[in-house]
């Protein structure tokens, strides 16, 4: 984590409770997990840890951290998602401080609210796409919306435009819609993923797979070798409605003074939305660390609502805790214009309009949706195998059911030979 100050501000807090100091060290994001794993199992790491949930499986593994019990009411304070991703093998590994998930980004500049189907949004972007976005004024989508209601029809008179982007070839990306249709990568069970049960050329992954085909054949709106970047760039060229992608996009837009919401990613047609990846950054405790107790207690303070209210206010981390997140520093904004009427030259009022917060409010609500990504170690076996598999498939090269039935049997042997 880089928010110093926040964690400083914890610190202080935790010092005044407890009566312990604490001694905050950063450590540069490519070198903090190899000295983690040095450094703890002779007793010189540190009593906690941030980095993402993904360590959690290797490290839990190799018995690097401590569990972490938590009461059912504190359980509850969080968001299940998160808590969810620092669990393996039935016990939780660490707190959830922030979270992250992919969603649909729209473009204010054409889209006054975001379809609610991803059947509306495929027809606004086809008609964006051969410019007769006209022909739908007046007229009710299938969900019973009013196209009036979701397109601003002039600005498409000012500029050519593009409906729809993503990088369907990237697993991270398209795993949206096979999460959708009902895929699973490894089975859960009451005591965790069983890695024998892949659910990845399931009738869900190929109904999700199907579903990608129709986006990129039937309706044309995915081209062949379309990627994150190209799509990114449309979206700052400022003529693109609607792009996938996560809140790590949001600050290049901001930049770009692109006028952007964020929100869930549409319905699909069997009445449920899409599941995207959520991503953890979470704090954990080091198995070796003699303190364990007060450590706990230090790192319940860093995830109490001021801390992680401290903690967005400074990075944008979008908080895991309910009420962190109900905090109006977190779900408003306030946006401050001079109202120079009626005064002087040398004073004037402020106009202050407190808003919703639609970054927050989009990616928790998408997030709440999504798949928790798995965190155990074979985890790492998936993504060739199925980003080569959805190559094949766009490209029309093989068969869905061919592709990931080859793409399973290359992960069940990676796993194997992970075992042996």
Not at 83 to 98: D, E, R
Not at 193 to 204: E, R, T, V
Not at 308 to 333: M, N, T
Not at 335 to 351: H, Q
């Amino acid at each position: 984590m880089t928010e110093m100050s926040a964690l400083k501000k914890a610190a202080e807090r935790f010092e005044k409770k407890e009566g312990y100091s604490v001694r905050i060290v950063r450590v540069p994001f490519e070198e903090l997990r190899p000295k983690f794993q040095v450094a703890s199992p002779v007793k010189k790491g540190p009593d906690v840890i941030t980095g993402p949930h993904d360590w959690v499986g290797p490290f839990a593994t190799a018995e690097l951290l401590a569990p972490v019990a938590l009461t059912s009411k504190e359980q509850n304070e969080y968001l299940k998602v998160p808590l969810k991703t620092l669990s393996f093998n039935g016990k939780l590994y660490g707190l959830p401080i922030s979270l992250e998930t992919l969603g649909l980004i729209y473009n204010k500049k054409f889209i006054k609210s975001p379809p609610q189907t991803m059947e509306d949004l495929i027809t606004i972007s086809i008609h964006a796409n051969e410019g007769t976005i006209n022909e739908l004024r007046g007229k009710t989508t299938n969900s019973n919306q009013s196209y009036d209601d979701i397109l601003l029809y002039d600005a498409f008179n000012q500029t050519k435009t593009t409906g729809f982007l993503f990088e369907a070839q990237d697993f991270y990306f398209s795993w949206s819609f096979l999460g959708g249709y009902g895929a699973y990568i490894f089975k859960e069970t009451p005591n965790g993923y069983d890695i024998k049960d892949i659910g990845l050329a399931s009738q869900g992954a190929l109904q999700g797979i199907d579903y990608l085909l129709e986006l990129q054949n039937k309706y044309k709106l995915i081209p062949q070798g379309m990627t994150k970047d190209i799509a990114n760039g449309r979206f700052m060229e400022n003529n693109l409605l609607f792009t996938i992608n996560g809140p790590w996009a949001l600050v290049d837009y901001k930049k770009q003074k692109i006028d952007y919401g964020f929100a869930p990613l549409p319905y699909l047609q069997n009445k449920k939305r899409p599941s995207p990846f959520v991503g953890v950054q979470g704090i954990y405790l080091n198995n070796y660390s003699n303190k364990k107790e007060i450590a706990l207690k230090f790192m319940k303070e860093i995830c109490s609502s001021e801390g992680q209210i401290d903690i967005y206010l400074e990075g944008a981390r979008v908080p895991s805790r309910f009420a962190a997140q109900k905090d109006d520093r977190v779900s408003k904004k306030i946006s401050i214009t001079p109202n120079y009427s009626g005064i002087s030259t040398f004073a004037f009022l402020l106009d202050t309009k407190i808003e919703d917060n639609e970054d927050v409010k989009g990616i928790l609500e998408s997030a709440e949706n999504g798949t928790a990504m798995p965190n155990i170690p074979e985890l790492v076996t998936i993504w060739t195998p199925m980003k080569e598999a959805i190559q094949l498939i766009l490209a029309g090269k093989q068969q869905p059911k061919e592709a990931l039935d080859a793409a399973v049997k290359r992960i069940h042997g990676d796993v194997e030979r992970m075992k042996n």
